[in-house]
């Protein structure tokens, strides 16, 4: 749940809208068609929700899975979420989103005023210190990261890539770069998403020892991404003179 937790962390939403003169309660997440299978293995796992397809602009496939029945969010998702709570300032989303669900609220002109406030909820070192954190960032993993093979501008050789990109997600990277001891600086564009990409050697092998040892595993396409990249990597004597390389995931 924890890992769960982690991938709705990026690519989910607790959302309160109108709909007519009454307010819709909907927790969602939507991922790349890729991850069909993920998304109907989370849905096994919850035991509720409803599964849809859209195409988005430029012929991309996206995959959702929403949960809008009162009952369903408050027996079996609101348990997860407290257990759990979500790291970066989407809890004030979350937080907003049971108050309203548990006081009954039902009228959308009884839904006070909501914007969600811009004052970090955590530290970089709470983050680090909750016990869920491993699995949470398993779940992080698989919504928003890549691993890369490529070959640089003006080189011949191979280099291994990892790279996290979340949005408004300033502290969560600087957690997630101390926490897997990278060195590499943290980069940020003009639409906010801040970027940290490793290709070390030794980023590298803290990568795969984080993922091989993580109290969960990837369940998405992320782990068939994974699974060619460590394959891949046995070919790049770079990493194979100084890493054991894992012959199996």
């Given at each position: 749940?924890?890992?769960?937790?982690?991938?709705?962390?990026?690519?989910?939403?607790?959302?309160?809208?109108?709909?007519?003169?009454?307010?819709?309660?909907?927790?969602?997440?939507?991922?790349?068609?890729?991850?069909?299978?993920l998304?109907?293995?989370?849905?096994?796992?919850?035991?509720?929700?409803?599964?849809?397809?859209?195409?988005?602009?430029?012929?991309?496939?996206?995959?959702?899975?929403?949960?809008?029945?009162?009952?369903?969010?408050?027996?079996?998702?609101?348990?997860?979420?407290?257990?759990?709570?979500?790291?970066s300032?989407?809890?004030?989303?979350?937080?907003?989103?049971?108050?309203?669900?548990?006081?009954?609220?039902?009228?959308?002109?009884?839904?006070?005023?909501?914007?969600?406030?811009?004052?970090?909820?955590?530290?970089?070192?709470?983050?680090?210190?909750?016990?869920?954190?491993?699995?949470?960032?398993?779940?992080?993993?698989?919504?928003?990261?890549?691993?890369?093979?490529?070959?640089?501008?003006?080189?011949?050789?191979?280099?291994?890539?990892?790279?996290?990109?979340?949005?408004?997600g300033?502290?969560?990277?600087?957690?997630?770069?101390?926490?897997?001891?990278?060195?590499?600086?943290?980069?940020?564009?003009?639409?906010?998403?801040?970027?940290?990409?490793?290709?070390s050697?030794?980023a590298?092998?803290?990568?795969?020892?984080?993922?091989?040892?993580?109290p969960?595993?990837?369940?998405?396409?992320?782990?068939?991404?994974?699974l060619?990249?460590?394959?891949?990597?046995?070919?790049?004597?770079?990493?194979?003179?100084?890493?054991?390389?894992?012959?199996?995931?």
């Amino acid at each position: 749940m924890a890992y769960l937790v982690g991938l709705i962390e990026e690519d989910g939403w607790f959302s309160v809208t109108k709909k007519g003169k009454y307010v819709m309660y909907e927790l969602g997440i939507e991922l790349s068609i890729k991850d069909v299978q993920l998304i109907y293995k989370i849905k096994d796992l919850l035991g509720v929700g409803i599964v849809s397809f859209r195409e988005r602009k430029g012929g991309f496939k996206k995959v959702c899975l929403r949960v809008r029945n009162k009952s369903h969010l408050i027996n079996f998702l609101l348990p997860i979420f407290d257990k759990y709570p979500l790291l970066s300032n989407k809890q004030y989303d979350y937080l907003r989103f049971k108050y309203a669900l548990l006081s009954g609220i039902t009228l959308y002109e009884n839904l006070p005023h909501y914007t969600r406030p811009t004052n970090p909820l955590n530290s970089v070192e709470f983050i680090l210190s909750v016990p869920y954190f491993s699995a949470w960032l398993i779940g992080f993993i698989e919504g928003k990261s890549c691993f890369s093979i490529y070959k640089p501008n003006n080189s011949n050789s191979l280099v291994a890539s990892f790279e996290v990109s979340p949005t408004n997600g300033e502290l969560l990277i600087t957690a997630i770069r101390n926490y897997l001891s990278f060195t590499q600086n943290v980069t940020v564009d003009s639409t906010n998403h801040f970027r940290i990409k490793v290709s070390s050697v030794r980023a590298i092998e803290n990568v795969m020892k984080f993922i091989q040892k993580a109290p969960v595993k990837l369940l998405g396409h992320k782990k068939l991404q994974y699974l060619l990249w460590i394959k891949e990597l046995r070919s790049i004597e770079r990493y194979t003179k100084k890493i054991n390389i894992p012959q199996k995931y």
